[in-house]
Nanobody
Framework: QVQLVESGGGLVQTGDSLTLSCAAS????????TGWFRQAPGKEREFVAA???????LYADSVKGRFTISADNAKNTVLLQMNSLKPEDTAVYYC??????????????????WGQGTAVTVSS
């Protein structure tokens, strides 16, 4: 089982940038589909972005053009670069990973390992 640890969250202002990291142990992320999801208070966990080696990344419409998902294979880490942050981006961000996706990368139920989350707050 892969263990994941997110980091990089914090309190920022509208328009600022932030980079989240998802560090893995017990498995090589380059062999997995890795996704970023977020959960705002009182809401369900929602898809943000996902990637897999040798495939195009996938983004939610709400973050397309502002967020970039990438991998640092040397550190066995997946990053989420977030630019032009908005108050509606405020949430706890989680990374998840799985070897096999049977439906959609957007489906939270497809991911078998999760980190503990890192909180992002964007003030207006």
């Amino acid at each position: 089982q892969v263990q994941l640890v997110e980091s990089g969250g914090g309190l920022v202002q509208t328009g600022d940038s932030l980079t989240l990291s998802c560090a893995a142990s017990g498995g090589t992320l380059n062999s997995y589909t890795t996704g970023w999801f977020r959960q705002a208070p009182g809401k369900e966990r929602e898809f943000v972005a996902a990637r897999r080696s040798s495939a195009y990344p996938l983004y939610a419409d709400s973050v397309k053009g502002r967020f970039t998902i990438s991998a640092d294979n040397a550190k066995n880490t997946v990053l989420l670069q977030m630019n032009s942050l908005k108050p509606e981006d405020t949430a706890v961000y989680y990374c998840g990973t799985t070897r096999v996706v049977r439906s959609s990368w957007r489906d939270v139920g497809q991911y078998t390992s999760w980190g503990q989350g890192t909180a992002v707050t964007v003030s207006s």
